[in-house]
């Protein structure tokens, strides 16, 4: 079964410093997707970047990457350049990619709160 | 594209109550998922459709919940009867899957339904 750990349940980051915030992840199937969510005090889901377990490359999406280790199974979010917008609770989650078993199943969660 | 839509937004009730929400996936996603969000549990997976056939359920806490996805564009979560232990914000998310070598789709969430059931 599926299994997302995020070790960190709240962090602390100085604006415009950079942040990791750590996601591991366990799964016997070799065609997989990792992703991360940004929820706001508002409470919605915002995506902010993929991973396949395929892509040879890190993902980057403006400010996020995303440092995959294959063989360790892990998938941290690096935020650069902080800004106090991205205080908001981290989601990491995971996909296989068979059609009839492709539920997304997420982490706890980590807080991140930016500091002026 | 409006999104996922979800309804209501809140929605208050007492146990014993019977508790609908709905959701309208984007136009054209094959894909629809329901889900759980409580302090101590995080977010839970309840349900999720391909081509509206539930697929997973075992999400389902108790035979008290039940999903249907009676066409493309409409899907239903009911709680009866209501109980405080249910009381949450319940997603829906929707994707496009096309599975195969291009990998698994992202999910578009809804805003949620908080439940408060006193």
């Known amino acids: 079964a599926q299994k997302i750990t995020q070790t960190q349940p709240g962090m602390f980051v100085q604006e415009k410093e950079a942040v990791t915030l750590d996601c591991t992840y366990d799964?016997?199937?070799?065609?997989?997707?990792l992703f991360w969510y940004k929820q706001p005090s508002s409470g919605e889901m915002i995506f902010l970047i993929y991973?396949?377990?395929?892509?040879?490359q890190n993902a980057t999406e403006g400010r996020y990457s995303l440092n995959f280790q294959k063989a360790r199974k892990s998938a941290n979010l690096v935020i650069s350049a902080s800004q106090l917008g991205d205080s908001a609770m981290y989601f990491c989650?995971?996909?296989?990619?068979?059609?009839?078993?492709?539920?997304?199943?997420f982490g706890a969660g980590t807080r991140l709160t930016v500091k002026p | 594209d409006a999104g996922v839509i979800q309804s209501p937004r809140h929605e208050v009730t007492e146990m014993g109550q019977e508790v609908t929400l709905r959701c309208k996936p984007i136009?054209?996603?094959?894909?629809l998922f329901w889900y759980r969000q409580t302090m101590m549990r995080g977010l839970e997976l309840l349900i999720y459709?391909?081509?509206?056939?539930?697929?997973?359920d075992s999400g389902m806490p108790e035979d008290r919940f039940s999903a249907k996805m009676p066409n493309a564009s409409f899907s239903t979560l009911k709680i009866q009867p209501s109980e405080p232990r249910d009381s949450a914000v319940y997603f829906c998310?929707?994707?496009?899957?096309?599975?195969?070598?291009?990998?698994?789709?992202?999910?578009?969430f809804g805003a949620g339904s908080r439940l408060t059931v006193l």
């Open positions: 998310a929707s994707s496009l899957e096309v599975g195969g070598p291009l990998g698994p789709s992202v999910l578009t």
């Open positions: 799964t016997s199937d070799p065609s997989y997707g």
């Open positions: 991973q396949g377990s395929y892509d040879q």
């Open positions: 989650a995971m996909r296989e990619a068979s059609y009839n078993n492709n539920d997304m199943r």
């Open positions: 136009s054209g996603h094959n894909s």
């Open positions: 459709f391909n081509n509206n056939v539930p697929i997973d």
